[in-house]
């Protein structure tokens, strides 16, 4: 999609199809990836408590008194940019890319050597699990120096992306937006969407437990995105 134009002279109506399903997907990716994002942080704010206080802090520092925030007072917020970041690596909404592979037209077929003795056939899709990675401690297959991705993945720890600790992430096991020439088109846009949306609600809100809140939820099998398996509520508190 990214790569081809078209001239209006060709448009017929195969085209119109293709366009109304290229809007279609950029609603479906648009939407519920940036409103899960913000579930998800919502939900660990809950359960961690000091790290919803050190945001909402940074909040009403740029927010001011002001009621509206600009684009670029928020790409300056660096706490929430750690925020966001961590629920992405965390929940990262798409568990999986795909891709299929394309031979090189001449030379040596592509194979998994030296993890696999394995020839890839041409046109054989690949399925690369997001989630697997994002939560991997270390991976050590055919390794002898085990490589650290995310040491106790199942910690919400925004500070694994503060400034002083960047050189300690591994950014190759990092891909909550995909990877290479087809990764997301709408990233700008999706962690605007999430930054704006938590922070006009924590601008003068906090969230806590209710009856209803969870503590742990199992991922929905019935989705092609990351989802929990039950609804999450939280009680909505305004200053
Ligand atoms: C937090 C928000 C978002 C997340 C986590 C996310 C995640 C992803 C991921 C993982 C992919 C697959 C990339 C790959 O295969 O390497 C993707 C593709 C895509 N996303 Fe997003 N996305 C987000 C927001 C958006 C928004 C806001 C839009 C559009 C308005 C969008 C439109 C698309 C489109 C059109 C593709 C297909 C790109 C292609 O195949 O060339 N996404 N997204």
Same mark, same amino acid.
């Given at each position: 999609m990214k790569r081809e134009t078209q001239s209006q002279k060709d448009f017929n109506d195969k085209d119109l199809e293709y366009l109304v399903a290229q809007a279609a997907l950029f609603q479906t990716a648009g939407f519920e990836t940036s409103s899960s994002t913000m579930t998800m942080t919502l939900f660990e704010l809950v359960h961690n408590t000091a790290i919803q206080d050190r945001l909402r802090s940074e909040i009403k520092e740029y927010f001011g008194y002001e009621d509206h925030i600009s684009y670029e007072r928020l790409q300056e917020m660096a706490y929430l940019g750690q925020v966001v970041n961590e629920t992405l690596r965390k929940y990262l909404i798409a568990g999986f890319v795909e891709?299929?592979?394309?031979?090189?037209?001449?030379?040596?077929?592509?194979?998994?050597?030296?993890?696999? %003795?394995?020839? +890839?056939?041409?046109?054989?899709?690949?399925? +690369?699990?997001?989630?697997?990675?994002?939560? %991997?401690?270390?991976?050590?297959?055919?390794?002898? +120096?085990?490589?650290?991705?995310?040491? %106790?993945?199942?910690k919400y720890d925004p500070d694994r992306f503060a400034p002083e600790n960047r050189d300690k992430i591994n950014m190759d096991a990092y891909m909550p937006f995909g990877i290479g020439p087809r990764n997301c088109i709408g990233m700008r846009l999706g962690l605007l969407q999430a930054k704006l949306g938590l922070v006009n609600l924590l601008h003068n809100h906090s969230v806590a437990k209710c009856d209803k809140t969870i503590d742990s939820f199992k991922f929905d099998v019935k989705t092609p995105i990351i989802a929990s398996n039950v609804d999450i509520y939280v009680r909505l508190q305004k200053d």
């Open positions: 891709r299929e592979c394309a031979q090189p037209q001449s030379g040596e077929k592509f194979t998994l050597k030296p993890h696999y %003795d394995f020839k +890839v056939p041409s046109g054989m899709p690949f399925y +690369v699990s997001i989630l697997e990675i994002q939560r %991997d401690e270390k991976v050590n297959i055919c390794l002898k +120096v085990p490589i650290k991705y995310w040491p %106790d993945p199942e």
